[in-house]
């Protein structure tokens, strides 16, 4: 996978960061951890431009969570309710827990947002509650790009300044990540069962 993002970053220059960072917020297993860090090591080998690269970050990132939040803000949280009501008892997922976090993302959606974007597992998954609760979009898009601007352009200068060693850890630390995500749905689903 890192050698396949590092030629991705190599050929695509800037729209290769863009696409892979769209990729990566709408099919989490690829994660950012090894895409800005990559981009940012092609930007301190002068390939590509270190402002560039977070640019090229921040937009694609933005746009991975604005097709999550615009498909949940169109299905809406009214059917949302019909389904948990219907088969929220085979996924823990009933229209009380829907109805806490509606009331949680209304209360504290920016620092939801913002504090999400840099959480694995969470930065993707935060924009389909926030559209099903109609979160206004000035907020979500200001805070999403708030947070990612954090993240991405931490990782990328990360990247810039470690130089030729991230290619050492990138591969680790996306496993890592990507290891973390699926323990962490695997041991819902265990739950689930167990309930059930």
């Not at 590092?6 to 690829?30: H, I, K, Q, T, Y």
């Amino acid at each position: 996978m890192v050698e396949w993002a590092a030629d991705l970053v190599a050929s695509g220059g800037l729209a290769g960061v863009f696409l892979l960072m769209v990729a990566e917020n709408l099919f989490p297993p690829l994660p950012s951890e090894v895409v800005m860090p990559l981009a940012g090591f092609a930007a301190a080998e002068g390939r590509l431009s270190l402002p560039g690269v977070i640019l090229a970050g921040i937009s694609g990132s933005v746009v991975g969570n604005a097709l999550w939040f615009e498909a949940a803000r169109a299905y809406g949280a009214a059917r949302m309710r019909r389904i948990a009501r219907r088969f929220g008892r085979h996924v823990g997922l009933g229209p009380e827990t829907i109805g806490r976090a509606e009331a949680a993302l209304r209360r504290n959606g920016p620092a939801a947002v913002f504090l999400a974007r840099m959480m694995p597992g969470l930065r993707t998954g935060i924009s389909i509650p926030a559209g099903l609760v109609e979160l206004p979009r000035p907020v979500f898009y200001i805070w999403t790009a708030l947070g990612t601007t954090v993240w991405t352009g931490g990782l990328a200068l990360a990247g810039y300044a470690l130089g030729e060693h991230v290619q050492g850890w990138a591969g680790p630390v996306g496993a890592a990540v990507m290891l973390a995500v699926l323990a962490m749905l695997g041991w819902k689903a265990w739950r689930l069962r167990r309930a059930a």
